[in-house]
C-alpha cells in the first residue's frame, strides 16, 4: 500500500526532498529532551533544552547544511557507589531543521537550560522578469537546455 503524499499537488513543485527530510525527523522524534522554540525580536528565534545534569564538556552543538544537532553524552563516575539510582546518566540526539538563511548566533548553558540563538535575517523580495521565446527551436516537448539558452541569449 502506498502512502499519500502532503505534496502532491502540482503547485508544489520541487518539495521531494522537504518531504523526505520532514519524514526523517518524524520517524526519530523522542520526547528527551524537552525544549522550548520561542521568538526573540523581530527576527531572532531560541531554542532552550532542559539538560539538567550536564556540563559544557558533555555536550555538543553542531550545524551541518540547514540541519541543527544538539547531542548530550554524560559519563558513568565508577567511584561513585549508588543505593538507589533514579537518574540515570544518558545520552541523547535532537534534531531541528532550519529554514535557509537562518543563522546560528550562539549558545548558552545556564542553570540547566541549553539556549541556542538564531537569526533569520530580513529576505528582501526578489522580483525576475522571465523572458519568453518565440517557439521556433523546435517542438515544446523537448527538455530545455538552460546553459544553452543562456549561452545563446548573451
Known amino acids: 500500500m502506498s502512502r499519500m503524499s502532503m505534496f502532491n499537488s502540482p503547485l508544489l513543485l520541487g518539495f521531494d526532498q522537504l518531504e523526505r ?3 526523517r525527523l518524524a520517524k526519530s522524534a523522542e520526547g528527551y529532551p524537552p525544549y522550548n522554540i520561542e521568538r526573540i525580536g523581530e527576527n531572532g528565534l531560541r531554542i ?3 539538560v539538567a545534569g550536564f556540563t559544557i564538556d558533555d555536550l555538543a552543538v553542531e550545524l551541518v547544511e540547514n ?3 544538539v547531542r548530550g ?3 558513568d563516575d565508577t567511584d561513585r ?3 538507589h539510582r533514579g537518574i540515570a546518566a544518558r545520552q541523547f540526539q535532537r534534531a531541528f531543521m532550519l529554514a ?3 543563522e546560528v548566533a550562539g549558545a548558552r548553558l545556564d542553570n540547566g ?3 541556542i540563538d538564531l537569526v533569520r535575517p530580513v529576505v528582501e523580495p526578489r522580483i525576475r522578469t522571465i523572458a519568453i521565446d518565440a517557439g521556433n527551436d523546435g517542438p515544446a516537448d523537448n527538455t530545455i537546455d538552460i546553459a544553452a ?3 545563446r541569449s548573451r
Request: aromatic residues 4%; hydrophobic residues 45%.
Open 73 to 75: 553524552k554524560q559519563t
Open 113 to 115: 537550560l541549553l539556549s
Open 149 to 151: 539558452r543562456r549561452a
Open 81 to 83: 557507589v549508588f543505593l
Open 100 to 102: 535557509d538563511g537562518i
Open 21 to 23: 527530510t520532514l519524514d
Open 48 to 50: 532552550t533544552l532542559a
Open 67 to 69: 540541519q541543527l544537532t
